[in-house]
């Protein structure tokens, strides 16, 4: 991988429990735009049963992130298409397994699976799933993933179900597909270091973080140090591989990506000094125009250089 800063357009999801979920435009020419512009990534997040209260109080609508990025692959040849973020203890992990290989193979080795522990407990009771297990249930799911994936018999016996000698096929592309975790706790650095191979920070303000059952990221200083104490740990682990770390832009005047363009190419050269390698941005907009004047005003302005 370059070790050139690279940007993840995250597909603008609507607030509100009426928000349509593609004001933004049709996800293909979204997707398709930017990868022209120089995206290097295509990003969609999950809630597939929000709750009305906090959809009421500033929460958004989802498309399903897995089959929403096989549609964007089906319309482009480049961009790394992330799931940012599923929550894994949503789903069975050899469902999930299942559909994040078939996810790689339909697009020729490009799906990273950005995962998370959730935090909506609203959500967690409509689908069935305790809210006290998540750690237990992302853990089982870590271990699980590498086993299906490896197309080779495996057993395992999880908290709730027993899989015994099965085997899964197709194999994935990759090997392994690359998996980041989300969230700004030590656990989910620990967790990358022993079995990932990136970190999703969570930035925002501090009610963010609270909502969302994780620590405030802090300053980049902080930020820096934590991911030189992250790779130093996985070294020790004997995993010598580069991490990815993954930045979520806070700063939201590049909706208008061309004003006060050296600030932000400044913010972008702090930020990959810090050690992040993929930034996420978004543009907000509710309008296919909108979407489209964003990405190539951002393409032209930070991106046709790196490309």
Sequence with gaps: MSPRLRFIFHYPEGSGPDADALAAGPLHEIAAAAERAGFDGFSLSEHPAPGARWLASGGHQTLDPLVAL????????RLRLVTNLAVAPYRNPMLLAKA????DV?????FTLGLGAGYQKSEFHALGVELDERNALFDEALEVLPLHWSGEPFSYRGRHFDAREVIARP????RPIPIWIGGNSRLARRRVAERAQGWLTMSGPPQLAATARTPALGSLAELAAQISEMRAAAETAGRPEPLDVVYSYPDRSIADPAADADRHRAAFAEIEKAGVTWVVVSSGTREPPATQEFLTAFGETYLTATN
């Design 171 to 174: 194999r994935p592309v990759q």
């Design 100 to 103: 994040a290989a078939t996810l």
């Design 70 to 77: 096989a549609y964007a692959a089906a319309a482009t040849q």
């Design 106 to 110: 339909l697009s020729g080795g490009r």
